[in-house]
C-alpha cells in the first residue's frame, strides 16, 4: 500500500511536467564504445555536426535537465565523464569505480549509476561525484530510466528477470518486479503510467502497471529486442530488434504491429525527438544511426558516427550547432 502511495504522488507530479517545446534546437548524442567518441547530431538537418573524444569504451547516456551537461558511463574504467554540452568537451570526470553501466538523472539532478558486476544503483552527487546511497538491485543491472518527472527511477536486472523501482527522494526501493528473460532496455510512457521492459531472451515487451505495480500485458516482437522508445503522444512504441536488424513500430494502445522495417546491424540504443516526427537508432556493429519517421517507421536517413554506436541522449534548448571536428 506505501509503495502504490509513491506512485500516486509521482503520478501527479508527472501530469504537471512540461514538455520540450518543438521549437527548440535538438540534438542527439550518440556513444560510440569502439572509436571512444560522442557524435553529436542536429536533428533540424539530421547531420553529425561535432564529434567529441572521450575516454576508453563509453557506454551509457544521460542528460541533465538544463541541457548543459551529458553523462558518460565508462564500465571498463570505472568512471564518468562529464561533457559540456555547449562547449562540446569533456570538461570533468568523476571516479566512481566499479563496472558503471546505466544511468539516469532523478528529480533533483542525483545520478543513478547501475554497477553490472556489483548488483547495485548508486546514487552520486553530479558535481562532487560524492556517493549518497548504494542501492541494491538484481544482477547485471542494464537499462536505467527516470519516469516523467524524475521522482521515480527504473532498472532492467537482466540476470534477474526483474525490474527495479526506486524513490529518488527517499533513495530506497518502492518495488522488485518479475518480467520477462533477460529485460534489458525500459521506456516509460509520456503520462507515466506504463513501463515498457524489452526482455532480449523471451524476445517480447512486458507492459506493466506503474498505478497497481502489477504486468498488465506482454507482446511478442523480434528477436533480441535491446530498444525500446515510445512517441511522445504515448500511442506509438518502437522496438529495436538487435539481431534482425530491424525496428518495429507498435500501436501501444493495443499492441498490435504496425510495420517493420530494416535498419542497421545490432540497432540498440533508441531515443525519440520532442517533436514526435522523428526516432533515432544506433547501429552498434554498423558505427551509425538510422533516422525513423515516426509515422511509418521507415528509415529515412543513416548518418555515420563511429564505431560501436550504442548509447543515445536527446538534449533541447537551442544549443548553437557548428562543423563536424
Do not use: C
Amino acid at each position: 500500500m506505501f509503495a502504490q502511495r509513491l506512485i500516486v504522488t509521482w503520478l501527479a507530479l508527472a501530469i504537471g511536467v512540461a514538455a520540450p517545446s518543438a521549437a527548440d534546437g535538438v540534438l542527439v548524442f550518440v556513444s560510440n564504445q569502439d572509436d571512444a567518441t560522442v557524435s553529436v547530431i542536429d536533428t533540424a538537418t539530421d547531420t553529425v555536426v561535432s564529434t567529441v573524444p572521450v575516454a576508453f569504451a563509453p557506454a551509457g547516456l544521460a542528460a541533465d535537465r538544463t541541457g548543459r551537461s551529458l553523462f558518460v558511463t565508462h564500465p571498463d574504467r570505472g568512471e564518468i565523464s562529464v561533457i559540456d554540452v555547449v562547449e562540446r568537451r569533456v570538461v570533468r570526470a568523476l571516479a566512481v569505480g566499479g563496472s558503471p553501466f546505466g544511468i539516469a538523472l532523478g528529480q533533483k539532478g542525483t545520478l543513478f549509476v547501475g554497477d553490472w558486476r556489483k548488483n547495485t544503483v548508486t546514487a552520486f552527487d553530479p558535481n562532487t561525484g560524492r556517493r549518497l546511497r548504494e542501492i541494491v538491485v538484481g544482477r547485471a543491472p542494464a537499462g536505467i530510466v527516470a519516469g516523467p518527472g524524475g521522482v521515480l527511477v527504473f532498472v532492467a536486472n537482466r540476470e534477474s528477470d526483474t525490474v527495479t523501482i526506486i524513490n529518488t527522494g527517499s533513495l530506497a526501493v518502492v518495488a522488485t518486479l518479475p518480467v520477462g528473460n533477460a529485460p534489458f532496455a525500459l521506456a516509460v510512457s509520456p503520462d507515466g503510467r506504463r513501463l515498457y521492459v524489452a526482455n532480449v531472451q523471451s524476445a517480447d515487451v512486458s507492459i506493466i502497471s506503474t498505478e497497481t505495480l502489477q504486468q498488465i500485458g506482454s507482446v511478442k516482437v523480434g528477436p533480441m529486442p535491446y530498444g525500446l522508445a515510445t512517441s511522445t503522444d504515448g500511442t506509438r512504441l518502437l522496438v529495436a530488434n538487435q539481431s534482425a536488424g530491424s525496428v518495429s513500430l507498435f500501436d501501444s494502445r493495443d499492441l498490435h504491429i504496425l510495420a517493420t522495417h530494416k535498419v542497421g546491424r545490432f540497432p540498440e540504443g533508441l531515443v525519440v525527438e520532442p517533436s514526435g516526427s522523428k526516432a533515432y537508432i544506433a547501429n552498434w556493429f554498423s558505427g551509425d544511426v538510422s533516422v525513423i519517421d515516426m509515422g511509418s517507421g521507415k528509415e529515412l536517413k543513416r548518418l555515420k558516427t563511429g564505431g560501436g554506436a550504442r548509447a543515445l541522449a536527446v538534449v533541447s534548448g537551442a544549443v548553437p550547432a557548428r562543423p563536424a571536428d
